[in-house]
């Protein structure tokens, strides 16, 4: 049984964040701490990036096929790519995106990347909470078309770690898990890595913590990569688990990779919230999701 009201939910959920996250990076680093720390919404409009780009490749697939089927999933990263390049991936992708592209092995590209490790960049988690809400009545296959959705583009463990950790957290959220449960039901099915350490962290710090100091512990994904990304962002939605709006102005507060960290927050929460309570000002400067996503319900 999948649940594609909760997914849909999710994903409106993870654009915005992803949107909102993005229009920080134009302001220089004096104006975006004071415009956070005031909350003052940056005008419109918001466009949204690579991480909702692949969400959106994700869905498709789940769509047609009911599951991840990991050759639709190269095909489809990969011709979202051609068709708009310039949604701020990262350089690695660039790479991956147009070999894939060309017609070459997605599984030899992917595992060829970093001198053979593969990527452990935090793209794989960025883009997963809408499966998790998908099939968040079985954890087992969250945690299975999860790794299966991370190893098309990043063959590293941490990666597919932080994949299925986002993908637990979404499911989690669904089923109506309080906040202060989440992190350690999410540490349950998480590979151990470096990101299942960092999550312990995590899971230590009260939601009442500031993000900031937080984030100086365990990170916000000025790495870019899936242990300094994911237990962070985890952290934050289960620290406004039932309020997307005020989780995703605690996510954004310290920096960081603040398109990643949002869009991951915003697909967590907003699959157990949708976007109710969310201002108009803030839909109405969020790019839109193509018609067909944002009715998949």
Do not use: K
């Amino acid at each position: 049984m999948v649940n594609r009201t909760a997914a849909t939910s999710s994903m409106r959920g993870l654009a915005l964040g992803d949107a909102f996250g993005e229009t920080w990076f134009f302001h220089a680093a004096d104006v975006l701490d004071q415009a956070l720390a005031e909350r003052r919404l940056p005008p419109g409009p918001w466009p949204w990036t690579d991480d909702t780009a692949m969400a959106l490749s994700i869905m498709q697939t789940l769509l047609r096929y009911g599951h991840i089927d990991q050759d639709a999933l190269a095909t489809a990263f990969a011709q979202s790519y051609e068709q708009d390049p310039n949604r701020s991936y990262g350089p690695s992708m660039h790479r991956v995106l147009r070999a894939i592209g060309a017609g070459e092995d997605w599984a030899t590209v992917t595992r060829a990347s970093f001198d053979g490790m593969g990527s452990w960049g935090n793209g794989a988690a960025m883009r997963v909470a809408p499966l998790g809400a998908w099939f968040a009545d079985d954890l087992d296959t969250v945690v299975t078309e999860a790794a299966r959705s991370a190893e098309v583009t990043h063959a590293h463990p941490e990666a597919v770690a932080g994949a299925v950790a986002v993908a637990v957290a979404a499911a989690l959220s669904v089923t109506g898990v309080p906040g202060g449960e989440l992190l350690e039901e999410v540490l349950a099915r998480t590979p151990d890595s470096e990101v299942a350490s960092r999550l312990r962290r995590a899971a230590r710090l009260p939601p009442t913590a500031d993000p900031r100091h937080v984030a100086g512990m365990i990170g916000c994904g000025r790495e870019i990569s899936a242990p300094d990304t994911v237990p962070y962002a985890i952290w934050c939605a289960a620290a406004g688990l039932d309020d997307l709006t005020a989780a995703l102005w605690t996510t954004a507060l310290p920096g960081g990779d603040i398109d990643t960290t949002c869009a991951i927050v915003g697909g967590i929460v907003a699959a157990r919230t949708g976007l109710a309570g969310v201002p108009t000002d803030w839909l109405d400067a969020c790019e839109p999701l193509p018609g067909w996503a944002d009715q998949a319900d």
